[in-house]
């Protein structure tokens, strides 16, 4: 089945720095959006991406559909420690989603 | 966006039961889906919970062990058969707000389910 390879698989962050990750598939797809999941809690829906080469922000978060179609990335801006958990990337192909492995973001000691 | 809950919460059950996972939503919407996430792993759709009709079940699922029932257009269930180990996972459910068709592909999660077999 199709596949979405999200990079990287963890990373850590120190309070004020950006950091961004990001998404790529050997298919086209229309959709790409961006989830982030808190323990113990189902994914929270950030940034919904419908044209190639759009970005969109919410708030601190930008995120970009790529101009292939293919990829897309997501910025975090300025992180705070309530930015911590695992963001997936997902795709749409009619109303069925296909996540990424996520990226687990953590708190730098 | 919709508001969705799961019962239970979590649980923990011995093998070879089956446990009942209940999803209500706030509102009608016509797109109901089950998810399994497996401990540190990804999400992997199970089904479509079509009201009205059968489940669409996707590659490597089926409905003897994942049996479903969509009654209404605000509540579905997620059986999970039969129940090994193996089957110790996060189960969600979700939505696409509202009815009718042409989605925006925008799907709002429930909180999950935490089932561990023993």
């Known amino acids: 089945g199709q596949q979405l390879n999200q990079s990287p698989q963890s990373m850590f962050i120190q309070e004020g720095e950006d950091v961004s990750m990001n998404c790529t598939s050997s298919?086209?797809?229309?959709?790409w959006l961006w989830y982030k999941q808190d323990p113990g809690e189902g994914p929270v829906l950030l940034i919904a991406?419908?044209?190639?080469?759009e970005l969109t922000s919410n708030g601190r978060l930008t995120a970009q559909f790529g101009i292939t179609r293919k990829d897309s990335f997501l910025n975090i801006s300025a992180s705070i420690p309530s930015d911590v958990g695992i963001y997936f990337c997902a795709v749409a192909a009619g109303n069925k989603l296909t996540f990424g492995g996520g990226t687990r973001v953590l708190v730098k000691p | 966006s919709a508001v969705i809950s799961q019962k239970p919460s979590r649980d923990i059950c011995q093998r070879g039961t089956s446990l009942t996972i209940q999803c209500q939503v706030d509102?009608?919407?016509?797109?109901m889906f089950w998810y399994r996430q497996q401990p540190g792993q990804s999400l992997t759709l199970i089904a479509t919970a079509n009201q009205g009709s059968e489940a669409t079940y996707e590659s490597g699922f089926v409905i003897d062990k994942f049996p479903i029932s969509r009654p209404n257009l605000t509540f579905s269930t997620l059986t999970v058969s039969n129940m090994s180990p193996e089957d110790s996972s996060i189960y969600l459910c979700?939505?696409?707000?509202?009815?009718?068709?042409?989605?925006?592909?925008?799907?709002?999660f429930g909180p999950g389910t935490r089932l561990t077999v023993l």
């Open positions: 298919s086209i797809f229309n959709t």
């Open positions: 991406l419908y044209k190639a080469g």
């Open positions: 509102s009608q919407v016509t797109m």
């Open positions: 979700s939505v696409e707000d509202g009815v009718g068709t042409g989605g925006s592909g925008e799907q709002f």
